[in-house]
């Protein structure tokens, strides 16, 4: 299973972008997909996470700016981020927790990460 995220970039403050995260392989079902930030110096912190029957959760600060959704179909995630500020900028990743793929269950896999920068 590979999870392949795309959509950061340069975006002034105010600004809005999306990011987008694809898993890839032959997957049953995926429980929980989400999007975690890291800054240099910093752990990473999960920024928002969604269940596989649209529960969400968010961190506080992105809380009524940025929306998570999925299409299970799919097996894709997205991070709409809308209202920016310069304090959003790190890398972004995407992560799958409890992926049922055929005759097993695997336990978390990350994507490679997409810089989302606000700046003017």
């Known amino acids: 299973v590979q999870l392949q995220a795309s959509g950061g970039g340069l975006v002034q403050p105010g600004g809005s972008l999306r990011l987008t995260c694809a898993a890839s392989?032959?997957?049953?079902?995926?429980?929980?997909m989400g999007w975690y930030r890291q800054t240099p110096g910093k752990q990473r912190e999960l920024v928002a996470a969604?269940?596989?029957?649209?529960?969400?959760r968010y961190l506080d600060s992105v809380k009524g700016r940025f929306t998570i959704s999925r299409e299970n179909a799919k097996n894709t995630v997205y991070l709409q981020m809308n209202s920016l500020k310069p304090e959003d900028t790190a890398v972004y990743y995407c992560?799958?927790?409890?992926?049922?793929?055929?005759?097993?269950?695997?336990?978390?896999?990350w994507g490679q990460g997409t810089q989302v920068t606000v700046s003017s």
């Open positions: 969604i269940t596989g029957a649209d529960r969400t």
């Open positions: 992560n799958a927790e409890r992926i049922r793929v055929p005759g097993t269950q695997i336990v978390e896999s």
């Open positions: 392989g032959t997957i049953l079902s995926i429980n929980v």
